[in-house]
Antibody, heavy 118, light 107 residues
Framework: QVQLQQWGAGVLKPSETLSLTCAVY????????WSWIRQPPGKGLEWIGE???????NYNPSLKSRVSISRDTSKKQFSLKLSSVTSADTAIYYC????????????WGQGTLVTVSS | EIVMTQSPATLSVSPGERATLSCRAS??????LAWYQQKLGQAPRLLIYGASTRANGLPARFSGSGSGTEFTLTISSLQAEDFAVYYCQQYNDWPLTFGGGTKVEIK
């Protein structure tokens, strides 16, 4: 069954750019939407944005000015960049698969804790 | 933005008892509602989509109901592995949004 594996830098300083990548294993990259979701420690979930294999993208307006999501279909990977990070961006970041644009998420990646600290 | 409100924040239940979790949307999301279970240190796991369709392999003790703005997740007889945090999520419109979660703890 499909599996998502993600990686990226876990510690950043304020004003730096967060960069994470998620790879899709044992499943198709085409025909789905691929999302990033974050969860501050001890808090709830926030959807960041999604991309599909053609490059169609939707972002959460609350983060749109700082977010960029891209994909590499040949590697079945998609990536997140979040610029000008602050301590408010400290969170566990998850990648996840959606069946369509505006969808539920299944499965999810294992999560990456990103800490922003000076 | 559609605001999702879950209640209660914490639900204390004895093993074997029934648990009823609520989720309310600030505007209609039709049946575009999913439920997730999250255990400590793990990623969320899909339970229900389409308000009432169980994910593959989900035990029948989990059921979802509702449409429009009011939704319910029911766990008919709580097992030890069901104690966790549960989130609802609407996917009717962007931005996709989640409720604040209900923690189901052992009474």
């Amino acid at each position: 069954q499909v599996q998502l594996q993600q990686w990226g830098a876990g510690v950043l300083k304020p004003s730096e750019t967060l960069s994470l990548t998620c790879a899709v294993y044992r499943g198709s990259f085409s025909g789905y939407y691929w999302s990033w979701i974050r969860q501050p420690p001890g808090k709830g979930l926030e959807w960041i944005g999604e991309i599909n294999h053609t490059g169609s993208i939707n972002y959460n307006p609350s983060l749109k000015s700082r977010v960029s999501i891209s994909r590499d279909t040949s590697k079945k990977q998609f990536s997140l960049k979040l610029s000008s990070v602050t301590s408010a961006d400290t969170a566990i970041y998850y990648c996840a698969r959606g069946r369509t644009q505006t969808s539920w998420f299944d499965p999810w990646g294992q999560g990456t804790l990103v800490t922003v600290s000076s | 933005e559609i605001v999702m409100t879950q209640s209660p924040a914490t639900l204390s239940v004895s093993p074997g008892e029934r648990a009823t979790l609520s989720c309310r949307a600030s505007q209609s999301v039709a049946s575009n509602l999913a439920w997730y279970q999250q255990k400590l240190g793990q990623a969320p796991r899909l339970l229900i989509y389409g308000a009432s369709t169980r994910a593959n392999g989900l035990p029948a003790r989990f059921s979802g109901s509702g449409s429009g703005t009011e939704f319910t997740l029911t766990i008919s007889s709580l097992q030890a592995e069901d104690f966790a945090v549960y989130y609802c999520q609407q996917y009717n419109d962007w931005p996709l949004t989640f409720g604040g979660g209900t923690k189901v703890e052992i009474k």
